[in-house]
């Protein structure tokens, strides 16, 4: 492109360019690309991610669909076809959808099953914004655009001269229901398709109005048209409505949804959208994502920087997903996907904490209090219409995944001061967590009686990922022991998690200085390959399910005989071979074959057990080893392109790495209030917290070469300490940090200076 009219999109864009850097940004949803990470597929995840077309954390979202149905990869970027405009409630393509139907326009003929109605498409002649999205389908010479609210969205259409012009409603398979209404331009239905945790009464009930009347109307089953059959209930039903059209026409559509009825889901739609013009609930939606996303505003960032940072953010901003409404007398309700009741009060869902408790919610906590007290209480509604917290709801229980981090969750919204909501019965749940497995594998804790009795769960019990579940355990108890303290529940209870969060160190192997699984008899496992994936550890291998001590790395360290020898264990990481033995799986799973080819050793960034580990460099004295690590991963792992992350983005897990890795600090063990010190990515950072407080990361001389802290002050005074306290962010203020070319290493050595653990801090 030439310069000048680079130029001339950047001042449409509403920024001011010195060079290649940006300024100042005006507008940080025009930054988002929704198709970052949407270049994936089973054998290797680029991001793992569709193009939701959403506003923050809304109960739909809706993206086109180029797979077939139930297909978990709905959008490809690969791909060279559109067979529909999905609504989709879609956490992970692992996980898959729910409550999905579709929605088309064709033209000449009347095409309505997926394969038939498919049209082909090309990027070129795409735009995926988080608030807006528009394709051209060729072979309908269909232009499609979408605009979402929480519950709602609207279509236009633009169609040629055509006197047979056609839109196709899909309700998708596995039981289903349409209805046309002519007299109001309406189809209602419901779908019911689902892959898992859901009730026997779930329905997803939708209700789709046109301000064109229909010439043509019929509803349709499978691939069998029901010709002058307006109603149809059926394994997989449709609806498929004609008309003419003169070239350039535009026809609308609004459409709600509601997983409690038809009823619900017409207030959705009246509330939500009403009489706005799809321009005026676009605009809204804009203005949505710029209110979150302009909460954190780069300074003098690059233009590659600033597409990822933001992309990253949105992505944060998803999940977890609200999944309650507005009843008549707007009163908050939702469908319980526990139960299948319609009760009071908030829900959340489409979450995994194993991957989400790392950074997603210390993020909430820190950006985002009320949200997380909203969120505590749905986890409550949760327990006590289920028995048990959700730690992977998708909408209501999964088995994936393990451990029970949803103490994590609620110990660290709790100890920030969160409030407004059912505390003690999320404590209640928390122990019940420690002392039964649940029906799934997934909630309670599988192993818990070994666990309890042995002080780990063992190898040889027919137990899968035991020395994983242990390590997990062993900080979720740690985040019960402070947050008993708190609650100040009675001493004897204290002192147990004070000494189950040790439990971490029956695993501990002194002649690897590694993790190993331990049978029942107290030997370890053997023969024993640190390069293992699976079989003890989940996704994962010994080298990097080490470091998931989180709450006590200076009595993982001691193990390893001292801060030296453990910073040479972290280097260690970094300087072998990305090699693996497979054979857990029968087979390379997408996992290992992203950590070889990012030559980066056995750091295996694109999966969640060993994100946090570059910054423990800090809790050894070697602060700058993180500042290094950090920005390689920043630099050469994500871009804001379609092959931008390094393995599954995962409901913000990945992203939010990067945003607070961006900002200069990390969560490494929620359930404290430290935030461990890595190096800010940009010369300027102005984060403006929920009460209108601003902190400022001002660091001088930051560049692609200067990567080092220098020195760092918060409001003009040295800060010595290789963390920051989030009561001292919450206050607003300014953090320098002075950026080098070459290591401090002089700063941050001092004990005094090295992030909480518990064995040196006993509380």
């Known amino acids: 492109m030439k310069r000048t009219a680079w130029l001339l999109l950047a001042l449409g864009a509403g ?40 506003v923050p954390w809304g109960m739909n979202f809706w993206m086109p669909q180029t797979n077939t149905i139930g297909n978990g990869w709905a959008y490809q970027y690969s791909a060279d076809k559109i067979r529909g405009f999905k609504q989709t409630h879609q956490p992970s393509p692992w996980i898959n959808d729910y409550g999905q139907f579709a929605i088309m ?42 605009t979402p609210t929480e519950r709602a969205a609207q279509f236009r259409f633009t169609f040629p001269a055509a006197d047979s012009a056609f839109i196709v409603v899909d309700a998708f398979d596995r039981g289903s229901y349409i209805k046309i209404i002519p007299k109001e331009n309406k189809i209602i239905g419901y779908t019911t398709r689902n892959s898992g945790g859901v009730p026997e009464n779930f329905k997803n009930y939708f209700v789709i109005v046109s301000d064109k009347p229909f010439a043509l109307a019929h509803a349709w089953d499978g691939n069998r048209l029901a010709k002058d059959t307006l109603e149809l209930q059926a394994g997989h039903a449709g609806a498929i409505v004609g008309f003419r059209t003169v070239k350039g026409e535009k026809v609308h559509l609004k459409v709600a949804s509601s997983f409690i009825s038809y009823e619900q889901a017409e207030l959705n739609l009246r509330r939500e959208l009403g009489n706005d013009s799809f321009d005026a609930t676009m605009a809204k939606a804009k203005n949505a994502w710029n209110k979150e996303l302009g909460r954190i505003l780069p300074e003098g960032a690059s233009v590659d920087q600033l597409r990822t940072f933001y992309s990253c953010l949105y992505r944060t901003l998803l999940f977890p997903r609200k999944f309650y409404e507005h009843d008549a007398q707007n009163k908050i309700v939702h469908y319980s996907p526990y139960n299948g009741k319609v009760l009071p009060g908030y829900m959340f869902t489409d979450n995994g904490f194993w991957d989400t408790f790392r950074a997603v919610f ?13 969120i505590m209480e749905g986890l409550a509604n949760a327990y006590k219409e289920s028995g048990w917290l959700p730690e992977w709801a998708s909408p209501g ?56 009795e042995l002080g780990y769960v063992p190898y040889d019990v027919k137990v899968n990922e035991n020395a994983a579940r242990t390590l997990e355990y062993a900080y979720d108890d740690f985040t019960i022991y402070r947050l008993a303290v708190a609650l100040k529940r009675p001493q004897a209870e204290i002192d147990r998690f004070a000494k189950r969060c040790q439990n971490y160190r029956n695993l501990f192997d ?47 360290a001691g193990l390893m005989g001292g801060r030296e020898m453990f910073a040479k ?14 054979s857990y799986y029968g087979g390379v799973i997408h996992e290992i074959r992203e950590m070889q080819i990012a030559n980066m050793g056995q750091y295996a960034h694109g999966n969640q057990p060993i994100q946090h580990m570059i910054y423990l460099y800090n809790y050894a004295g070697q602060p700058w080893k993180a500042q290094y690590w950090v920005r390689q991963v920043m630099d050469r792992l994500y871009h804001g392109g379609p092959d931008g992350y390094c393995g599954d983005e995962d409901n913000g897990q990945t992203s939010a790495w990067y945003v607070f890795s961006a900002m200069g600090f990390y969560p490494v063990c929620p359930g404290t209030d430290q935030y461990v010190l890595g190096a800010p990515l940009f010369p300027k ?79």
């Open 510 to 556: 002194p002649e690897t200085k590694l993790m190993r699984g331990k049978n029942k008899d107290g030997r370890f496992q053997s023969p024993f390959n640190p390069f293992k994936w699976g079989d003890a550890f989940t996704e994962g291998n010994s080298w990097h399910y080490t470091w998931s001590v989180f709450h006590d790395v200076q009595g993982l």
């Open 685 to 763: 950072l102005t984060v403006t917290l929920q009460d209108g407080k601003r902190f400022v990361i001002e660091a001088p001389g930051n560049s692609a070469t200067n990567v080092y802290a220098q020195s760092v002050s918060l409001n003009g005074r040295a800060h010595a300490k290789n963390w920051i306290s989030h009561q001292e962010i919450q206050q607003g203020g300014v953090m320098k940090v002075t950026m080098g070319a070459a290591p401090n290493k002089s700063r941050g050595t001092s004990e005094a200076d090295f992030p909480y653990s518990f064995s040196t801090s006993k509380k």
């Open 397 to 452: 229980h999964r088995d994936c995944m393990i451990g029970s981090n949803s103490a994590s969750l609620i110990a660290d919204s709790y100890l920030k001061g969160i409030r407004g909501y059912d505390i003690r019965t999320l404590y209640e749940a928390i122990l019940k967590n420690t002392e039964n497995e649940g029906p799934l594998t997934s909630v309670g804790r599988k192993g818990e009686q070994y666990y309890n």
């Open 569 to 582: 264990m972290l280097d260690s990481v970094f300087v072998m071979a990305p090699v693996y033995d497979e």
């Open 362 to 374: 210390p993020f909430f906590t820190l950006m985002y209090p009320e949200l997380n007290g909203q």
């Open 15 to 54: 920024l001011q360019m010195n060079a290649q850097t940006v300024q100042t940004v005006k507008d940080p949803v025009e930054w988002v690309n929704p198709l970052m990470g949407t270049d994936s597929k089973v054998s290797l995840s680029n991001g793992n991610t569709y193009p939701a077309i959403a």
């Open 105 to 146: 326009p064709v033209t000449g003929r009347l095409r309505f099953t997926q394969d038939d109605r498919a049209s082909w498409y090309s990027h070129k002649a795409e735009t995926a914004k988080p608030h807006y999205y528009s394709v051209y389908l060729a072979d309908a010479d269909v232009t499609t655009e979408i």
